[in-house]
């Protein structure tokens, strides 16, 4: 009754901030918010449909260290399988993990190390809040595809799967980041009134189940998805009505910054909108959501309003 409660809020949500942006879009600027918040970034600009049919459920989204592109993948129920993108949302390339069960995938993140990058794939799905250990499964990069649209397979011996376990007992999650300033991993429970925020280290050659910690809680809910800069320095989390942002400041950790209130950003709520991926030279973030009711899924593009103060390493 609880959940019902709640997808019932947000649906409800949902419908009432589409009617609300189109009447706001129409009388403020683009890189305007709330009187409470600072806009960072302006509002979304469709870059293209998802045209491939095969990628329905788009619940994961990470810049790709092939520039101009994007990884994403499908929520439960898909087979193990990544899909890259380019900026226009065209299919490039399908890869498909050997071996691997995709049991609930909902995030994907990057960890750069020893000069290349890493694909981290989260299999944190747990709805009902029952699973002991949760799992995450990492990937060196593909190489750039070229020409026609690729399918290929990564070898199981090429697929590290780390165990995880919460400190405080099973939790559901849909969101993933790696800081690469604390190389620690952060996992966002997702249905907690108050989520949680939870770390790990990532040793480069795993043994045990690795214990996820509390450090920090934050004040929001229904948590799908979450963001970090290249740099460390900047981190996006959203859920379905809202994206929220921090700016880290010189030598904080992530606990500690999320210990200060979010900055709200724009956002044009999608159906069933779950990932959120920041640009690779930090001018801007994307969103991607479901193809759902008969509606293609389509990448925004939201701008930073000063690339210039990125660029200076604002």
């Excluded at 996006?236 to 500690?256: C, M, T």
Aim: proline residues 5%; aromatic residues 10%; glycine residues 8%.
């Amino acid at each position: 009754m609880f959940l019902h409660r709640i997808n019932s809020y947000f649906g409800t949500m949902w419908l009432a901030r589409q009617l609300s942006v189109l009447v706001i879009s129409c009388v403020i600027a683009e890189c305007a918010v709330g009187q409470d918040d600072t806009a960072v970034f302006s509002m979304g600009q469709a870059r293209g449909q998802v045209k491939n049919p095969e990628i329905n459920e788009a619940s994961g989204l990470v810049a790709a260290g092939h520039k101009g592109h994007f990884w994403t993948h499908n929520d439960s129920g898909d087979q193990a399988r990544i899909f890259l993108i380019d900026g226009s949302a065209r299919h490039k390339a399908t890869y498909y993990l050997q071996g691997i069960t995709a049991y609930d995938w909902e995030d994907i993140g990057m960890m750069e190390r020893e000069g290349s990058h890493y694909l981290l794939i989260g299999d944190i799905g747990d709805n009902r809040g029952n699973r002991p250990n949760v799992l995450l499964h990492i990937l060196k990069e593909p190489a750039d595809p070229f020409g026609a649209p690729k399918v290929d397979t990564v070898p199981n011996d090429r697929i590290t799967t780390v165990v995880l376990q919460y400190e405080d007992g099973p939790r559901d999650a849909e969101s993933l980041f790696f800081d690469p300033i604390d190389e620690l991993l952060y996992i966002i429970s997702k249905r907690d009134l108050e989520v949680g925020v939870y770390t790990t280290p990532l040793p480069s050659v795993p043994g045990d189940t690795l214990m996820l910690r509390k450090v920090a809680t934050l004040p929001h809910t229904f948590i799908t998805s979450a963001a970090i800069s290249t740099d460390g320095l900047e981190v996006l989390v959203k859920n379905l009505v809202d994206v929220f942002y921090w700016q880290r400041r010189p030598g904080e950790s992530i606990g500690r910054m999320f210990r200060r209130p979010a900055m709200r950003q724009p956002y044009l709520p999608e159906p069933q909108g779950e990932a959120i991926a920041f640009a690779r030279d930090g001018h801007g973030y994307y969103t991607l959501g479901e193809a759902v009711l008969g509606l293609k899924a389509v990448l925004y593009f939201y701008r930073r309003c000063n690339t210039q103060e990125k660029a200076s390493g604002r």
